[in-house]
């Protein structure tokens, strides 16, 4: 079965080097620390695979509730999606808030859609908290509609929460255009409760602060392999090992084969961003002049916002290759063009992309893998704030929390039936949708 396992997946490349991606991102953080790599033998009560936002999460709430945590990162702290991603932190799921009823019951239902309506405040309470330094913004998150049809969708949506306490609001098409800047859209919802934050300063800062609380983070030190050993795990790096009671594994769309199947349970998308220069004023004042951050209702979602810099970064689905530059960009150009086209001279700079982890039912999952062996992962691309908090409920759990007070649903890995074909159904789902918003948003 082991075999079979591992003949099917097709685990990510993971580089040799170390460095992070040239990104804006890199390029306007705060210097990271330069941690140390895993030599020799460390025992630990929680072991913690990944340094994203799970892992770094994870590893602050063990540390803060006087665990002895060891952190391993193949990489550097943010090498995945967490130092790549757009930094917008939006409540919710892709469900709407009834559909989460439906779909968890009346008893779960409302407790999901309670917890992860606060992820927010979750991200932005660390910020404060840890005084972690990532020009957070909460100036809420707007979800402009490109049709009447999805203006009718984010109307239900922005209802569904309002009834449930959260401050959100539906905008007519006058107020959408001038808060974004552009009069492309039917109208929007915003909803008050999110904002955005530089993503890679946000999970060095959750680094250092778990650092602070008494965590040992190591990076360059991927784990090679996970097994069991005399009642607790054993995890080897190249250069060391660790014997701990329980680990978390936080490797989301870079999962690779460490445990057989883990990887097959997500489908990793490529996610690509472009940033200009700062916007001149007399081009940039009309743009998204009080600082909320965007993503439309396109199927193929164009997502935006100014940095600190005052710069546009814009994102959007790429094509599945690691390696994308700027002649890869012509759908973020063509996007801009039609937002703003007082930028049509304002060049893009910077390019980056990243992996993002899709799952068949649209929702992150969280599983005991085996006992005392628990993964978060499939955000969806919604990872800055549910990461963070699937981060925290993992290292509950590793701690001895029961399921039950964890407010959603701890499930079985169920790798995806027929795998090897679900990059061949993406491209042709990707081609289809493209064609789709088209036509809806003429
Ligand atoms: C371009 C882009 C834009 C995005 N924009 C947004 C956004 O605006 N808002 C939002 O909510 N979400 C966004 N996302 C999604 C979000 O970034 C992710 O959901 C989130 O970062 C996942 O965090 P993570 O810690 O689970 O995984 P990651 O950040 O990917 O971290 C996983 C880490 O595990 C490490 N690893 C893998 N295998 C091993 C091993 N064997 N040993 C040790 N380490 C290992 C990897 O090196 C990696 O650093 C975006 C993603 C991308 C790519």
């Given at each position: 079965m082991a075999a079979l396992d591992f003949a099917l997946v097709s685990p990510p490349r993971m580089p040799s080097r170390s460095s992070l991606p040239t990104t804006l991102w890199a390029a306007t953080a705060v210097d990271d620390r330069p941690w140390p790599r895993l030599e020799g033998s460390l025992r630990a009560d929680v072991a913690i695979i990944g340094g994203g936002y799970t892992g770094c999460a994870a590893?602050?709430?063990?540390?803060?509730?006087?665990?002895?945590?060891?952190?391993?990162?193949?990489?550097?702290?943010?090498?995945?999606?967490?130092?790549?991603?757009?930094?917008?932190?939006?409540?919710?799921?892709?469900?709407?808030?009834?559909?989460?009823?439906?779909?968890?019951?009346?008893?779960?239902?409302?407790?999901?859609?309670?917890?992860?309506?606060?992820?927010?405040?979750?991200?932005f309470g660390l910020v404060d908290k840890h005084g972690i330094a990532c020009d957070?913004?909460?100036?809420?998150?707007?979800?402009?509609?490109?049709?009447?049809?999805?203006?009718?969708?984010?109307?239900?949506?922005?209802?569904?929460?309002?009834?449930?306490?959260?401050?959100?609001?539906?905008?007519?098409?006058?107020?959408?255009?001038?808060l974004i800047g552009s009069r492309i859209y039917?109208?929007?919802?915003?909803?008050?409760?999110?904002g955005h934050v530089q993503p890679l300063a946000y999970v060095r800062g959750l680094a250092a602060a778990a650092s602070r609380a008494g965590a040992t983070v190591l990076t360059r030190s991927p784990a090679t392999a996970l097994r069991p050993r005399d009642g607790r795990w054993r995890i080897d790096t190249p250069s060391g090992e660790i014997v701990a009671d329980t680990v978390v594994i936080g490797t989301n769309a870079h999962t690779d084969v460490l445990w057989p199947g883990l990887s097959r349970t997500v489908v990793p998308m490529v996610s690509f961003q472009a940033a200009t220069g700062p916007l001149p004023p007399d081009f940039g004042a009309s743009v998204l002049p009080e600082g909320?951050?965007?993503?439309?209702?396109?199927?193929?979602?164009?997502?935006?916002?100014?940095?600190?810099?005052?710069?546009?970064?814009?994102?959007?689905?790429?094509?599945?290759?690691?390696?994308?530059?700027?002649?890869?960009?012509?759908?973020?150009?063509?996007?801009?063009?039609?937002?703003?086209?007082?930028?049509?001279?304002v060049p893009f700079e910077t390019y980056w992309s990243g992996r993002v982890a899709m799952t068949k039912d649209s929702i992150p999952h969280l599983h005991e893998l085996a006992p005392r062996l628990w993964a978060g992962l499939g955000y969806n691309g919604r990872g800055v704030g549910l990461a963070t908090l699937f981060g925290r409920w993992l290292a509950e759990l590793a701690l001895g929390a029961s399921p039950?007070?964890?407010?959603?649903?701890?499930?079985?890995?169920?790798?995806?039936?027929?795998?090897?074909?679900?990059?061949?159904?993406?491209?042709?789902?990707?081609?289809?949708?493209?064609l789709r918003d088209r036509l809806e948003a003429r």
């Open positions: 590893a602050l709430a063990a540390a803060e509730r006087g665990a002895k945590t060891v952190l391993v990162e193949a990489q550097q702290i943010g090498w995945g999606a967490s130092g790549r991603s757009g930094g917008q932190v939006i409540p919710g799921l892709k469900y709407d808030p009834d559909e989460i009823d439906t779909m968890f019951g009346p008893e779960l239902g409302p407790r999901v859609t309670a917890a992860v309506g606060g992820v927010a405040d979750e991200v957070a913004v909460r100036k809420g998150w707007l979800q402009p509609a490109i049709s009447a049809r999805t203006l009718a969708l984010v109307e239900r949506r922005a209802e569904q929460w309002s009834r449930r306490g959260a401050d959100v609001a539906v905008l007519d098409r006058d107020t959408t255009a001038a039917r109208g929007s919802w915003i909803d008050r409760r999110a909320q951050c965007v993503s439309d209702t396109r199927r193929l979602l164009w997502y935006y916002r100014r940095d600190a810099g005052g710069r546009l970064v814009m994102g959007g689905r790429a094509p599945f290759r690691d390696d994308l530059g700027a002649a890869d960009a012509v759908h973020l150009r063509a996007a801009v063009d039609r937002l703003y086209p007082q930028l049509a001279s039950a007070d964890i407010p959603y649903p701890i499930t079985p890995m169920r790798p995806i039936r027929g795998y090897v074909f679900t990059r061949a159904v993406a491209r042709g789902l990707i081609r289809y949708y493209r």
